[in-house]
């Protein structure tokens, strides 16, 4: 670890703890999450707090400001951020992080980036952070689905990931909420690998293992 990472951590904490006290135990919560996964899938837990500190710094902005300030950096804005102008908080930290903060770790530029939609491929530095950001002691007392899908994270990452976006898609409908084309996409990516690996050839019975001899 560089001690330039641990300084650029440190500005991007102060900038955050400066946002509404609601935010900053949010992303305590996800920290205490974040950090328990990086230690069980053995990631940097500076380059894993760098990330976590960053990931909301603009979602507390209103939705006007989101949206102004995606437009005049020259982030791509579709149809869905219009309707929805809080999906853009994740890729303008990205951006600030990397402009303002001069942040190069592009692992963490990327779990910033795509925390809010996720991508089809993603560094498992960006899956522990989307996936803590989702399953933080709050959000799963609100709502219990996310306490099997936490259990998840510490066995099979991807599959965790999976469960998420299912959860979120019944959510979605339920509400009637237009779904974004960028979380479809990666969705169709995670659901595409896991039918690949679970295509697999089949385990042959176990008589068939056995050497010619035995098999009698
Ligand atoms: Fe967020
Ligand atoms: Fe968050």
Request: hydrophobic share 45%; proline share 7%.
């Amino acid at each position: 670890m560089t001690p330039g990472l641990r300084r650029q951590l440190e500005a991007v904490r102060a900038e955050l703890e400066r946002c509404p006290e609601g935010l900053v135990a949010h992303v305590r919560r996800v920290r205490a999450e974040a950090l328990d996964l990086a230690r069980i899938w053995d990631v940097d837990p500076v380059r894993t707090e760098l990330a976590v500190w960053g990931h909301d710094l603009f979602r507390a902005h209103s939705p006007s400001a989101q949206l102004r300030l995606a437009r005049e950096t020259g982030l791509p804005v579709v149809a869905a951020d219009e309707a929805s102008p809080v999906l853009l908080h994740g890729p303008l930290a990205a951006h600030v992080l990397r402009e303002r903060f001069r942040v190069i770790d592009e692992e963490a530029l990327a779990a910033v980036r795509d925390h809010t939609l996720g991508a089809p491929t993603m560094p498992l530095l960006a899956k522990i952070v989307l996936l803590a950001d989702k399953v933080e002691t709050r959000k799963r007392d609100r709502d219990p689905a996310l306490r099997p899908i936490r259990r998840l994270a510490r066995r099979d990452l991807d599959l965790a990931l999976l469960c998420w976006a299912d959860w979120k898609w019944v959510h979605e409908r339920e509400r009637r909420w237009l779904g974004h084309p960028a979380h479809w996409q990666a969705r169709l990516a995670w659901v595409r690998e896991h039918h690949t690996e679970a295509a697999l050839p089949p385990i042959r019975p176990e008589a068939a293992l056995l050497p010619a001899s035995e098999n009698t």
